[in-house]
């Protein structure tokens, strides 16, 4: 499950917030809000998209560099809340 949510939230982040960008460039331990990519809205919008697509509730303090800002901390935060 895991290596198929982190394949789908790299595309979503490829899709909505790095349009045209090479994707090799973004990997599963890129650094997405402490590299710049995600700003407080798109972290915002990311929120939106796990919760809808993964049927899961991310609480405010979740929403943080510590639970987002990798693809694999995103997949891992997914995970723990579907278990």
Request: aromatic fraction near 4%; proline fraction near 4%; charge should be negative.
């Amino acid at each position: 499950m895991t290596e198929a949510t982190k394949a789908t939230v790299k595309d979503y982040i490829l899709r909505e917030f790095l349009p045209g960008e090479n994707p090799a460039a973004l990997t599963d331990s890129t650094p997405l809000i402490s590299g710049g990519i995600l700003d407080s809205l798109s972290t915002l919008k990311l929120v939106t998209f796990l919760e809808e697509k993964f049927g899961v509730q991310i609480e405010a303090h979740e929403a943080d560099v510590e639970h987002l800002d990798t693809i694999t901390n995103i997949a891992a935060l997914v995970h723990a809340k579907k278990a």
